[in-house]
């Protein structure tokens, strides 16, 4: 499922490199792309850490009890979030399949789909018809609870992006 | 002056309506709570509701238990509003606005005025009728001013309502349910009431500039379309693509699961409507399960109803009428035989399914995204000819 072991590595060193490097935001749609799996984690990682400090959002996400699923199609990383039992925490998260829940809700696109929808500029439904996402949920009610949160979720992801990733800036 | 000010009985009477020796009776029976004989704003509020229902002949015991039980606490509105006595006339009001008396009574119509207040006016009114008299005086026509005060004054009605209704669920019966004294209850009321409505100005003004900004943009944006070609209709008729989108089985779902939980699916279904559609399209109104939505885009609308009923994959499913075509666009909202026909498509659409007329199609044109499977000409309830009607759904990939 994962990157192998030495490539996660490599690329968990380019997103330091990166994270280092002075924000310089891209100029174009093809320039704004992950660099490795490992970045999407460490992005992702990143948004759902704010979020769940964030106790607006945290608790919306934890009180919607949608766990999710989100499958990245090329970088081949898969994203598990759920609420959380532990009372210090609003959500909890897994990456490659180890979360010991079942997703309610599974989102399928690549990784370049995933940088647009969570800058709020991907319309999560159009593309879906278009068959670039992916969609399947075991009940029409976790839909109607998950996608007005989506939105939500675009200006802390957008401000990860502009501290420590600004290459996935969209122009 | 704050609602537990002390006020003469002679005030209380007169701010009540009701004569100051009913008013003595009325305390010491406890039916109105009056603490050492002192009169407040409060209270005499309170004595006019009671003489309100008196008047309606609810019996003096129920009325006593009811103020016990703090249904009646209602006084923190004196506060909040103060006093509204009528003060003019059409004619004289006329006379100072420039309005005519005619115009002044079909604004008031249009305003909702309170049946007990026909053709008296207040201070506030007279100041609304002023800034009324300067949008006209600066050129706005009287045709299209008239529809916007009619939406301005259905829309914050609504919202009245809405407010009334949510504090009465949330804030007045939790504190009946807990048994807390009437008195103390019409202060805390009055204090969160006080806190609380003057904040809903700024956020009205707020959230007006930001859809004023947002329908601009819109409005621009179509203006350039006219100028691309696109054909325009006449005078107050847009052309548009018009959804609706229901809920099938919703009578069923309601039955089994009950009343609340299909109430929360609704708003759950209207709110992920909303945060769905394409930016470019609006919702136009909700009626029970239905939402009706237009947009001067036939393909993202058309593509956004395709994605959007691949969301439910099991019951309670949507289903989806399209129709593109002109609409009278009046009082915010948006009339004619082919708004109608989009209604009446939707109706002979199955759960999940995207139906969509001829119309559509030949707007849409050809889309890399979305096969139109044609079932056929269709009679339609009130419509003289069969329509051809169309399957929308995704290719294949």
């Known amino acids: ?76 990383v898969v994203l598990d979030v759920g609420p959380s039992e532990d009372p210090d925490h609003y959500i909890s998260w897994a990456f490659d399949g180890n979360a010991d829940w079942e997703p309610a809700l599974t989102l399928e696109m690549d990784s370049a789909a995933i940088n647009r929808y969570l800058q709020g500029r991907l319309n999560l439904v159009i593309a879906i018809a278009r068959r670039q996402v992916g969609f399947s949920a075991t009940d029409p009610r976790a839909a109607l609870a998950f996608l007005p949160l989506g939105g939500s979720l675009c200006s802390a992801y957008r401000q990860v992006v502009k501290e420590r990733f600004a290459h996935l800036t969209l122009a | 002056m704050p609602p537990d000010q002390p006020i003469s009985l002679n005030e209380a009477s007169r701010r009540s309506g009701v004569p100051a020796t009913t008013l003595k009776r009325w305390a010491e029976e406890k039916i109105i709570p009056v603490r050492r004989g002192r009169w407040t704003a409060t209270a005499a509020a309170q004595a006019r509701v009671v003489a309100r229902m008196r008047e309606r002949g609810y019996p003096l015991d129920r009325l006593k238990e009811a103020g016990k039980e703090g249904k009646l606490a209602f006084g923190y509105t004196e506060e909040v509003f103060g006093r509204d006595d009528a003060t003019v006339g059409y004619e004289d009001a006329a006379a100072e606005t420039g309005l005519e008396p005619e115009l002044i009574e079909r604004l008031m119509v249009l305003l909702g005025t309170p049946a007990h207040r026909e053709r008296q006016l207040t201070r506030d009114d007279l100041d609304a009728l002023h800034h009324f008299s300067r949008v006209l005086a600066s050129g706005f026509p009287l045709v299209a001013f008239l529809q916007l005060v009619r939406v301005y004054a259905q829309s914050l009605r609504r919202v009245a309502d809405a407010e009334v209704r949510l504090f009465h669920l949330y804030v007045h019966e939790p504190l009946i349910r807990d048994g807390v004294p009437e008195l103390e209850m019409a202060e805390e009321m009055g204090e969160l009431a006080g806190d609380m409505l003057p904040i809903a100005t700024p956020i009205f003004e707020y959230l007006h500039r930001r859809y004023l900004r947002f329908f601009i943009e819109q409005d621009v944006v179509g203006h350039m379309e006219s100028e691309f070609g696109i054909e325009s209709g006449e005078l107050g008729r847009i052309n548009v693509t018009v959804c609706f989108i229901d809920l099938t089985g919703f009578t069923r779902y309601t039955e089994e699961e009950g009343d609340e939980e299909a109430l929360d699916l609704i708003e759950r279904f209207v709110e992920t409507v909303e945060s769905t559609l394409p930016r470019e399209a609006t919702i136009v109104k909700t009626i029970g399960d239905e939402v009706m939505v237009v947009s001067p885009d036939p393909a993202s609308l058309t593509e956004w109803a395709v994605g959007f009923l691949g969301l439910f994959q099991e019951r309670p499913q949507p289903r989806v009428g399209l129709h593109c075509g002109y609409a009278v666009y009046r009082d915010g909202d948006y009339f004619g035989t082919d708004v109608n026909l989009a209604h009446r498509v939707v109706t002979r659409a199955l759960g999940g399914e995207v139906l969509a007329t001829d119309s559509v199609i030949r707007q849409f044109g050809e889309s890399e995204f979305i096969e139109a499977e044609p079932i056929g000409e269709v009679e339609l309830k009130g419509f003289p000819r069969a329509i051809p009607l169309f399957v929308l759904r995704s290719r294949r990939a």
């Open chain 1, 1 to 76: 499922m994962g990157a192998s072991g030495v490539t996660e590595r490599a690329a968990a060193g380019t997103a330091a490199a990166a994270a280092r490097a002075p924000a310089k935001p891209a100029t174009g749609g093809e320039k704004s792309r992950f660099r490795s799996a490992a970045e999407l984690r460490d992005v992702l990682g990143s948004l759902l850490r704010e979020v769940d400090a964030d106790p607006d959002l945290g608790s919306r996400l934890r009180s919607a009890e949608v766990p999710h699923r989100i499958r990245c199609t090329d970088l081949d």
